[in-house]
């Protein structure tokens, strides 16, 4: 199950496997996921935005004992802020772990277990490619989502 408005990225979800995509644009996420697996929840929601509200929207949308998986980066606010009760007042047991990140070898090492057991191919995010003298505009593109980016690839 996916989350996005974008019909290019709808599409990209159901590439690596979506079978449901709710559009949050349309509907409320919150309430369409909870119909969807008949009030139970997710066993794992990936927040990969960094923003508050979906944060909150993946604590709400996981079922006890579920793992809310962060790799958004949170760079503005002081704090993230948790839904209590939706978070079973800190006893549903419900893991929040993160992993933007890890490391440099310990996040390559996992990267490329990934890669070489095909597991993923990646090659379907990368929308835009750019060479490594137009670095800035990459960032750019990537930063504002320009030109319906996904990923960019940057070439030496």
Not at 72 to 84: M, T
Not at 116 to 127: F, G, I, K, R
Request: proline share 3%.
């Amino acid at each position: 199950m996916g989350v996005e408005s974008v019909p290019d990225r709808q599409k990209l979800a159901r590439t690596y496997g979506a079978g449901e995509i709710v559009d949050f644009t349309s509907e409320d996420v919150v309430e369409r996921v909870l119909d969807l697996t008949r009030g139970e929840g997710v066993d794992t929601a990936i927040e990969a935005l960094g923003a508050n509200a979906t944060f909150q929207t993946a604590v709400k949308i996981t079922k006890p004992g579920g793992t809310v998986s962060n790799i958004g980066y949170f760079g503005e606010g002081e704090f993230v802020r948790i839904p209590r009760v939706e978070w079973g007042v800190g006893m549903a047991d419900k893991t929040i772990a993160t992993g933007l990140c890890p490391g440099g070898r310990l996040r390559m090492e996992r990267l490329l277990r990934v890669l070489e057991a095909q597991l993923v191919d990646p090659s379907h995010m990368t929308t835009h490619e750019f060479r490594f003298d137009d670095m800035e505009r990459a960032f750019e593109v990537s930063d504002k989502k320009l030109d319906n980016v996904v990923k960019v690839m940057i070439t030496f």
